[in-house]
T-cell receptor, first 116, second 113 residues
């Protein structure tokens, strides 16, 4: 148990619907990341927060995707007007700057999205 | 970011030592080497991280030669539960900015009875 919590773990939605995933990072981790993983591939970076500021976004993050971390703690990833190509596992990860864990990035268990 | 090359798959038997080698010829001075393990339908799990020479923890050992152009993850006495995908990544520790992990396709380790 890495301590990064994601929910829901599984979501099945119809094409065109909106979905939202929540991530609770390890307590006091100021850095938070979202990745996406499709079957047979390694995780791909989507976006990064330091505290509440979204500092980096991948070009994979289309306009239909939005991520927030309003208070620098939990984060949400929303996908609007879902498409079948959005079907994937969405991974959240967190890390701290320094401290006993150094900058090691810890991942959650992921949220599976199936768009039908 | 330095790219890595690792075998697509490996097979082993219970009780054997498994060594997975990763090549990272373009590793930068500030880069660390990190290994993750991933089971199906789960997020990657941090195994070990190192900069040079040898690092050991309760799960694995990481051997890094002086030129740092490769590294070897060593899993002692594997069990069936070690069947997973193992990812080798290199990158800086984020001291000068955020750390964007770049995953390849990893090494699929299959441990048989």
């Amino acid at each position: 148990d890495t301590g990064v919590s994601q929910n829901p773990r599984h979501k099945i939605t119809k094409r065109g619907q909106n979905v939202t995933f929540r991530c609770d990072p390890i307590s006091e981790h100021n850095r938070l990341y979202w990745y996406r993983q499709t079957l047979g591939q390694g995780p791909e970076f989507l976006t990064y927060f330091q505290n509440e500021a979204q500092l980096e976004k991948s070009r994979l993050l289309s306009d239909r995707f939005s991520a927030e971390r309003p208070k620098g703690s939990f984060s949400t990833l929303e996908i609007q007007r879902t498409e079948q190509g959005d079907s994937a596992m969405y991974l959240c990860a967190s890390s701290s700057t320094g401290g006993t864990s150094g900058n090691t990035i810890y991942f959650g268990e992921g949220s599976w999205l199936t768009v039908v | 970011l330095a790219k890595t090359t690792q075998p697509i798959s490996m097979d082993s038997y219970e009780g054997q030592e498994v060594n997975i080698t990763c090549s990272h010829n373009n590793i930068a001075t500030n880069d660390y080497i990190t290994w993750y393990q991933q089971f199906p339908s789960q997020g990657p799990r941090f195994i070990i991280q190192g900069y040079k020479t040898k690092v050991t923890n309760e799960v694995a050992s990481l051997f890094i030669p002086a030129d740092r152009k490769s590294s070897t993850l060593s899993l002692p006495r594997v069990s069936l539960s070690d069947t997973a995908v193992y990812y080798c990544l290199v990158g800086d520790m984020g001291n000068t900015g955020f750390q964007k992990l770049v995953f390849g396709t990893g090494t699929r380790l299959l441990v048989s009875p």
